[in-house]
């Protein structure tokens, strides 16, 4: 029911930085949460980061913490995610999720974007 485009993505060199945006068509009674996934070739698909629309509440891998930050604009139905000293191991598609929940499975997401590549050179 959501439509999700992901924006933001690029190459970038190690310790440097990129925001990556999510725009969401609307929001549904089911859309509660948004979050960010990705996946490298060969892997799984892995939790980033979420946050929910009302209360900004935040939950982070530990892959990312202390590094990437989430954040949401309301008004604009946009979700962001700022990450900051990237590694090469962040390369991967990134995806944004809108789930009724605050959750890290994929699983628990009902709808989701395109992905935008991001790329991470040494």
């Known amino acids: 029911q959501v439509q999700l485009v992901e924006s933001g993505g690029g190459l970038v060199q190690a310790g440097g930085s990129l925001r990556l945006s999510c725009a969401a068509s609307?929001?549904?009674?089911?859309?509660?949460?948004m979050g960010w996934f990705r996946q490298a070739p060969g892997k799984e698909r892995d939790f980033g980061a979420a946050i929910t629309w009302r209360g900004g509440s935040i939950t982070y891998s530990d892959s990312v913490k202390g590094r990437f930050t989430s954040s949401r604009d309301n008004a604009k139905n946009m979700m962001y995610l700022q990450m900051n000293s990237l590694k090469t191991e962040d390369t991967a598609v990134y995806y944004c999720a809108s789930g009724p929940r605050l959750r890290i499975g994929a699983d628990e997401y009902d709808s989701w974007g395109q992905g935008t590549q991001v790329t991470v050179s040494s």
């Open positions: 609307r929001r549904t009674f089911s859309s509660y949460a």
